[in-house]
């Protein structure tokens, strides 16, 4: 997709300091850097989110995404390593090519994400189980 940030980063377009490459996938440094050691792992095609990935790119996605975060954690010691995924505005995702961060956390780093449970009864937990696995079947 010609406007698009990752594609061009992918196209070598744009400057970006790779970390891993494969057939499918491109790891780089965020230029935020949340923490140190802070990586994208983006799908080389240009698929906006997780709806449009084929199955071998969510695969090579997250095999490169657990390669990267062992190497993260053998570079850094973090304490922790948060995966993060966004899709859609509202959700978060700024950058409309689908990627995932492996950012490494600390105490007290000031990164929040805020997970305001609603703790339904069971039964409607079933009653949504089952509109998902409608659409899987
Ligand atoms: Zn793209």
């Known amino acids: 997709m010609t406007d698009c940030v990752f594609c061009k980063i992918v196209a070598k377009q744009i400057p970006a300091t790779v970390v891993h490459e494969d057939e499918a996938t491109l790891a780089f440094m965020d230029i935020g850097q949340v923490n140190p050691g802070h990586v994208l792992v983006a799908c ?12 071998a790119q969510a ?12 190497a993260i954690r053998a570079a850094f010691n973090p304490p ?18 689908f990627h995932l961060h492996l950012l490494p956390r600390h105490d007290a780093d000031g990164m929040q ?13 079933e009653e949504y189980a089952a509109q998902i696995r409608a659409q899987l079947a």
Do not use: C, M
């Open 80 to 97: 922790g390593l948060s995966i993060y995924q966004a899709n859609g505005i509202p959700a978060g995702q700024t950058v409309l090519h």
């Open 44 to 55: 080389k095609a240009h698929v906006e989110n997780v709806y449009g990935l084929a199955d």
């Open 113 to 125: 994400l805020v997970w305001p449970v609603k703790n339904p009864p069971r039964e409607k937990l």
């Open 59 to 70: 695969a090579a996605v997250f095999h490169a995404a657990a390669r990267v975060a062992r």
